[in-house]
DNA sequence: GTTCCGCATGAATCGATAG
DNA sequence: ACTATCGATTCATGCGGAA
């Protein structure tokens, strides 16, 4: 197993004593990286794991009739090493089996929370780009599923971190504060003030609701990532403050370390394919600050 | 029991014989009443019933817990009505519980399984406008679920007619187009659009997907239901043509009715409450045309 | 610097064809 | 009959080069 530390300073540092985000990627199976990690040591858990039938080459291609059994003892283990007021975030949509959606999400749902896991909401990612297509007997496929699963009934959550411009102006331009636009804001003025978006702070924020709009990310070709960096930061704005870690157990590209290391996050990123390992540490080099 | 008949001309009449859709009110019990319709009669089936807890005086207040157990007999009597091309569409959400979403519309979905239907997709109504509000672990509920249910694969759909603006994004791409555009042919592209990007000339429609973005209605006195118009228009419109039967086992207010006399589909409502029959009543000779 | 245009690229689904 | 593979369908987005 190969083992990947990255510790960046992600601002400008004014003291000395100013936290270093770390990022450690472990390049093995989902379920012998995560025996390393302690009881209650996360904060934040979101991922999105292989789909059914998909990734074949690198998970086997898990087949929708056995998605549960499949999934069952990675999320035991989720459920030993998050803390008690931690929070996870479940991306993941069922296909279509014989012109039905086939039922493994909702019985996941159940067998989770047999195992202890509370299932606290479920938000929707509205997606307006979604895959193309036509059929005689269904639309294109533009949402899927972000299930929220906590230990306890007091978890952490900073709503302030993720409130949002009123009107709809702001409906078009800054939806959710995307990383990306950050970022483009910011390269643009070169210090960390300027045109940030962080400057319509205050003028009518409101808080924003259980619907997250965000495109895919699809013309990156270097991989084939469709969580937008965007969708972990919000999250990790929602769920964690700086300094805390997230895990991401099916780390894909990195996004979710790139996302944590750009809000001073510690992240923790398995992924069991060599290739994607060493492209989620390119993006790590290339898109944190 | 109370049964009310409404027919209404909806159109200005250029021949004698241009059908008159018929509104149809049983002022009974939901499962009552469904005993009065014949086998495989109805078209479409559209219907928000009460949710758990809601409604308390009315229907007793079903608990979550029984909810599954309370709605089955009633989705038998709609298997049975249904015609075997039509479409039962289910408007609803779990409630919280207990810091929980409620666990009663997984179940009720493989229920509804293991009696016959099949569960063919998920709609997400997005609610612009949802309720306002604030709590310290929850964002505000801006979404339902729209589940479509068939009792076959070979249901109608008429996908023409909900057809959508197509994006900006066309309006500056596909202004002019050079000689290789039109030209273009797939010897150049593996995937994509292929074929040749002219085709895209002078299409300003294109199907919606999934998601069904509509604003609740606001300022609604009388009622509380929250289905608004455009809602069951929109599924009347993609799963019926005129002259087709929709029924509302749930009518409340009348809003499936009216959206039925307006596309000239007659329509069968069901409801319980002698003054939600009244109003629906008021509403159909006020609203529709 | 800014806007415009060309172009590739999707966690998809269905139906037909092949073993 | 049952599974595996393949082609056709379709629309919003970001990137990069050009005006």
Redesign the pocket.
Known sequence: MNTIELTKPTRPLLFEDIPKATAKIYCDDCLNALKNLPDNSIDLII?????AD???STYGGIKPDKYVEWFSPIAKELLRVLKDDGTFVL???????????HTYVLELIQEMRKMGWLWTEEFVWS????????????F??AW?RLLQFNKTKNFNMYQDEVRIPIGDWSKSRLKNLSE?DKK?DNS?VGSGFGKNISNWVGRDMVYPTNVVCL???????S??????VGLPAWFIKLFTKTGDTVLDP?L?SGTTCVASLNLDRNSIGIEILDEYCKLAQERINKETK
């Open positions: 991922t999105s794991p292989p789909y998909q990734r074949a991306n993941i949509k069922e296909k279509v089996v014989d012109g039905e959606r997606k307006k780009n979604c895959f193309p297509g036509k059929w005689p007997n269904r294109r496929d899927e990306t483009r643009k495109p895919t990310e699809s013309s990156n070709k991989h084939s990532a469709v969580f937008p099916f894909g």
